[in-house]
């Protein structure tokens, strides 16, 4: 089915925003303690132990948790890892990997969803790169949510940023295949899907209130993806590294608005 309608996407009231960044609110400080405690040999099984704490601390749930079968409330992916990697105890960090942790949690029925890729120690400079492209990219894709866009335009708007960055840093950076995002309320995963690249001036019309996920994946090489055996793990098809960036995002009127800030 093609983008040819004009439909709107539905936006939210400015109280449904207000306890959606409750939850936001909850995902930001799971990834704070989640980073702080990421160090050489500490597994990511204890770091999903700490993120479910800190949300269950807070009244809310992981929403990750038995998502579909999930087993954790984070998903933890190292290096080579796009998304969806399983946390392990055999899983042990050392200095120089990269780590992407995606993490849900549901408060009162609304959901925060939000990624954060950051290094263990220190990172190889080509890898350090990636990682701040992917942040670059984006917030270029959240400043472009704003009511009366079409979706495409902010897909258009990663691709950008995502050529920007590879003349910025002088590298060449694979956008992750099949995979972007979404909207997002009282579900984690909600229509539409939001490619990470494409033309502009397509899709449905972003109303004042609309969330979305905005999460752009890059990778050191292809584009290209497999899963593991495991049925979740996605990890580039050449071995490549990848980062991972995403925020749970509104449109309003005075501009984009971030409901999963980490303070």
């Given at each position: 089915m093609g983008f040819r309608s004009r439909k709107k996407i539905a936006g939210k009231t400015p109280a449904e925003l207000d306890a959606m960044q409750a939850a936001g609110e909850i995902v930001g400080?799971?990834?704070?303690?989640?980073?702080?405690?990421?160090?050489?040999?500490?597994?990511?099984?204890?770091?999903?132990?700490?993120?479910?704490?800190?949300?269950?601390?807070?009244?809310?749930?992981?929403?990750?948790?038995?998502?579909q079968g999930f087993p954790a409330s984070i998903c933890a992916s190292v290096n080579e890892v796009i998304v969806h990697g399983i946390p392990a105890a055999e899983v042990v960090l050392k200095d120089g990997d990269l780590v992407s942790i995606d993490c849900g949690a549901t408060l009162d029925g609304w959901v925060g969803d939000s990624a954060w890729s950051f290094g263990v120690g220190t990172l190889a400079a080509d890898v350090e790169k990636l990682?701040?492209?992917?942040?670059?990219?984006?917030?270029?894709?959240?400043?472009?949510?704003?009511?009366?866009?079409?979706?495409?335009?902010?897909?258009?708007?990663?691709?950008?940023?995502?050529?920007?960055?590879?003349?910025?840093?002088?590298?060449?950076?694979?956008?992750?295949?099949?995979?972007?995002?979404?909207?997002?309320?009282?579900?984690?995963?909600m229509d539409p899907f939001l490619a990470n690249e494409g033309r502009p001036g397509?899709?449905?019309?972003?109303?004042?209130?609309?969330?979305?996920?905005?999460?752009?994946?890059?990778?050191?090489?292809?584009?290209?993806?497999?899963?593991?055996?495991?049925?979740?793990?996605?990890?580039t098809t050449d071995g490549s590294w990848s980062a991972h960036w995403e925020h749970t995002v509104a449109a309003t009127a005075k501009g984009p608005r971030i409901l999963t800030p980490r303070y």
């Amino acid at each position: 089915m093609g983008f040819r309608s004009r439909k709107k996407i539905a936006g939210k009231t400015p109280a449904e925003l207000d306890a959606m960044q409750a939850a936001g609110e909850i995902v930001g400080k799971a990834l704070q303690a989640v980073k702080a405690a990421a160090a050489p040999g500490v597994s990511t099984k204890e770091l999903d132990e700490i993120a479910e704490t800190v949300i269950r601390d807070a009244g809310a749930y992981p929403t990750f948790l038995g998502y579909q079968g999930f087993p954790a409330s984070i998903c933890a992916s190292v290096n080579e890892v796009i998304v969806h990697g399983i946390p392990a105890a055999e899983v042990v960090l050392k200095d120089g990997d990269l780590v992407s942790i995606d993490c849900g949690a549901t408060l009162d029925g609304w959901v925060g969803d939000s990624a954060w890729s950051f290094g263990v120690g220190t990172l190889a400079a080509d890898v350090e790169k990636l990682n701040q492209a992917t942040e670059m990219v984006m917030n270029a894709g959240i400043k472009a949510m704003i009511p009366g866009a079409r979706l495409t335009d902010i897909s258009h708007a990663l691709e950008q940023a995502t050529y920007a960055a590879e003349d910025k840093f002088g590298l060449t950076f694979g956008i992750v295949d099949g995979y972007g995002g979404h909207g997002i309320g009282r579900e984690m995963h909600m229509d539409p899907f939001l490619a990470n690249e494409g033309r502009p001036g397509r899709g449905p019309v972003i109303q004042e209130g609309t969330t979305l996920c905005i999460e752009p994946m890059l990778t050191l090489g292809t584009f290209e993806n497999t899963v593991l055996a495991d049925g979740w793990t996605v990890v580039t098809t050449d071995g490549s590294w990848s980062a991972h960036w995403e925020h749970t995002v509104a449109a309003t009127a005075k501009g984009p608005r971030i409901l999963t800030p980490r303070y």
